[in-house]
């Protein structure tokens, strides 16, 4: 069904074309047809909140197309991206299942369609599909794992240019060979890649400056090409 934002809204997820493996993406086909009766879908624009730090957890969201950023700030208003996610990530899952408030923000990055669904219906797909159920603790572990990495990279990192090279080389990690170009679309403002590695956007900016005047990076318009892997991974090691 073709939607606003130039979107091909999926509403059946029986039919969707992307069933890659992702949480909610590739079930078992009892458990497909469940989630396609719980789930509502939604389509949001650009800047939409799907919900707020802090807010009491009505449910999750799928997100099937789009990107959003998840981010939590400090009373005096500095805020930290703590991930860009991407289709087939489920949003708001660690404080759903735990009934605790949304530790993170959840805002929309471009237009895109999210699935919901609420906090009741999903506990009790969850009771009724005990593979989905392993599915969401293998992804909450997963959740951890990358919380911790987030804290050691925040905290026992010493320098910007180290969390700036460890950014970049975390957006190419499949290149094919570490002495080839990696080539990247950045969709990211410089205040965004600020609040990501927790520095400020004069700092983001001197750090391009500086990493293509050696030569690791190359950046025309929002094309980035990372030319020397090895030299971002003696920075980013340091």
């Not at 969709?187 to 050696?214: C, N, P, W, Y």
């Not at 929002?222 to 892997?229: H, P, T």
């Amino acid at each position: 069904m073709r939607a606003p934002y130039g979107l091909n809204v999926i509403d059946n997820c029986l039919i969707c074309p992307v069933r890659e493996e992702h949480l909610f993406c590739n079930l078992p086909l009892p458990a497909v047809q469940k989630l396609n009766e719980i789930k509502s879908t939604g389509v949001y624009p650009k800047s939409t909140m799907l919900f707020v730090e802090g807010q009491q957890p009505r449910g999750v969201f799928v997100l099937c197309a789009g990107k959003a950023k998840l981010s939590t700030s400090s009373s005096e208003g500095k805020t930290i991206i703590t991930k860009i996610s991407e289709a087939g990530d489920v949003l708001g899952l660690n404080a759903t299942i735990s009934n605790r408030p949304y530790e993170v923000t959840a805002e929309m990055m471009e237009a895109g369609q999210a699935n919901f669904i609420a906090r009741d219906e999903l506990l009790q797909f969850l009771r009724e599909y005990g593979e989905v159920a392993l599915r969401v603790a293998e992804q909450l572990s997963r959740n951890y794992y990358t919380a911790y990495e987030e804290i050691r990279t925040l905290g026992l990192t010493s320098s910007p240019a180290e969390k700036f090279a460890k950014l970049l080389l975390s957006w190419s990690p499949n290149a094919e060979k570490a002495t080839e170009p990696a080539h990247l679309k950045l969709t990211l403002t410089h205040e965004e890649i600020a609040e990501m590695i927790g520095t400020t956007r004069e700092t983001v900016s001197r750090l391009f400056s500086d990493f293509k005047k050696k030569q690791l990076l190359q950046l025309k318009g929002s094309n980035l090409i990372i030319r020397d892997k090895p030299a971002l991974e003696k920075i980013a090691h340091s």
